[in-house]
């Protein structure tokens, strides 16, 4: 039976989730969070996934992943004994980790489908979320619920699926990512982590007294009553699109030469950016915002160690006048994004860090904002947990306010970036014929999949 391209009935099912604990005694203590992690804009949870075929590795043929991947983690927690434990409220409101040793959350489970038959639908947003990483009633509060959810999906065709979703309080996808590989090193038997890890969240708290050297437009007021057009019934649509060199080739020849070497990430952030502004009919002097995380990692001065798996990142802002965006060629959006790199050095993370605190640890402006996190950077495709390398790994879908860049080979075999973006349904329908004639793209069945709906109040 061919592949699909359109989402798939299958079942599965679940064994009664359980609470993985470390594997060995850790210690009973309360660590604090450093001022990024303890931030309104990050109190929610993000689903990952990863499919793993069935002839990867050999050795591994007839071995139980439910079982091996449960023992591994049980010693990954050794050393990542926090995620273990649960988020609490301090005297002073802000939140610090118990230590408890309570446990994560983990489902094993069994599908009656294969991989082959799932084919590009495993593109996010994921279709079959809720059954590969089913919701287990009470686990998603922030306090007091456990850090991680973890469900191991066996396949008929001998492949699995590795299902996470993690408290975004507790790491980002970077500190994530260091957590699941070591999970991999202890699966033929490592007894430590090739990076052993670090807490030391004081390392990106606020200066003392905290002082903001930079101007800030990610922090700007914004009154949600300006932006009156949706209301709690207005429909949003979350499709993805993949980008792989036919589509970036057809997006660069919007560019002058000498800009066509730009990375694409930074090409195609700028084309998401105007064909959005372009679909979303705003008046031509309303500003419009694209923001994208930025790690702090590796910045000089910060001195954040290899083994630190917090969250450190900043979310810098490029602005226009929408009009200006719309009918300007790409290379006006382009140089505007570009400009944001220009920013980015340890006193402008700081900058940040400290205004986030004398705000009052208040939430990112989203409204209306273009807001990216480029997970390609970040190897989740690269993790093995026994049975080679995954054929697909990063985000599973939506998440909050945030279009995720992502690296996916699809069923022709192109390996090439997918983003998930999320509209209005009739904003996307301009969109999608927007951003059609600049990826040249639009009669490929290939570029857009897994459209989902969901019912929200604001963009």
């Not at 905290?210 to 949600?224: C, L």
């Not at 105007?274 to 031509?284: E, G, H, S, V």
């Not at 993370?349 to 409204?367: C, E």
Request: net charge negative.
């Amino acid at each position: 039976m061919a592949p699909s391209s359109s989402p798939v009935s299958f079942t599965v099912r679940h064994r009664d989730p359980e609470l993985v604990v470390p594997a060995k005694p850790v210690p009973y203590e309360q660590k604090q969070l450093s001022d990024v992690d303890d931030q309104e804009a990050l109190r929610y949870q993000i689903p990952f996934i990863m499919f793993y075929d069935s002839n990867s590795n050999p050795c591994m043929e007839g071995e139980d992943q439910v079982k091996i991947i449960r023992a591994a983690l049980a010693e990954a927690l050794v050393y990542y004994y926090p995620l273990a434990g649960r988020l609490k409220e301090g005297p002073d409101g802000k939140l610090l980790v118990d230590c408890s040793g309570e446990g994560v959350l983990f489902l094993e489970a069994d599908a009656d489908t294969t991989l082959e038959l799932l084919g590009d639908t495993i593109q996010p947003p994921c279709p079959y979320l809720d059954q590969l990483l089913y919701n287990v009633p009470g686990s998603t509060g922030i306090v007091g619920c456990p850090l991680l959810l973890i469900q191991v999906t066996r396949l008929m065709c001998g492949g699995f699926v590795f299902a996470i979703r993690w408290s975004h309080i507790i790491a980002d996808a970077v500190g994530m990512f260091k957590f699941l590989n070591t999970i991999a090193e202890m699966v033929p038997g490592a007894t430590k982590p090739s990076f052993l890890p670090v807490w030391q969240r004081e390392l990106l708290n606020a200066r003392d007294p905290p002082r903001a050297t930079y101007e800030h437009h990610e922090f700007d007021e914004v009154n949600d009553a300006d932006y009156g057009t949706m209301n709690d019934d207005t429909i949003i649509v979350h499709k993805s699109f993949f980008f792989g060199h036919r589509e970036m080739s057809s997006i660069r020849k919007h560019l002058p030469p000498h800009l066509r070497a730009s990375s694409s990430f930074l090409v195609l952030t700028a084309c998401l950016w105007k064909c959005r502004t372009i679909a979303m009919q705003l008046d031509p002097n309303e500003i419009v915002r694209v923001s994208y995380m930025v790690s702090a990692s590796g910045k000089e001065g910060l001195k954040l160690p290899a083994g630190y798996y917090g969250n450190a990142f900043t979310f810098p802002v490029a602005l226009s006048e929408a009009g200006l965006l719309c009918k300007n060629p790409l290379e006006y959006g382009l140089e505007l994004v570009k400009e944001i790199k220009n920013r980015l050095s340890e006193e402008y993370t700081r900058s940040a860090i400290d205004l986030l605190v004398i705000k009052g640890k208040k939430q990112y402006r989203t409204v209306r904002d273009f807001v990216i996190a480029d997970t390609t950077r970040v190897p989740f495709g690269e993790i093995d947990l026994g049975w080679g390398k995954p054929v697909y790994g990063g985000p599973a879908g939506a998440i909050k306010d945030v279009s995720f860049f992502a690296k996916f080979k699809n069923g022709k075999g192109e390996d090439g970036i997918v983003v998930q973006v999320s509209l209005p349904w009739q904003i996307m329908e301009r969109f999608e014929k927007e951003l059609a004639k600049m990826a040249g793209n639009s009669s490929n069945d290939q570029f857009c999949r897994n459209a989902t709906e969901v019912t929200r109040s604001k963009l």
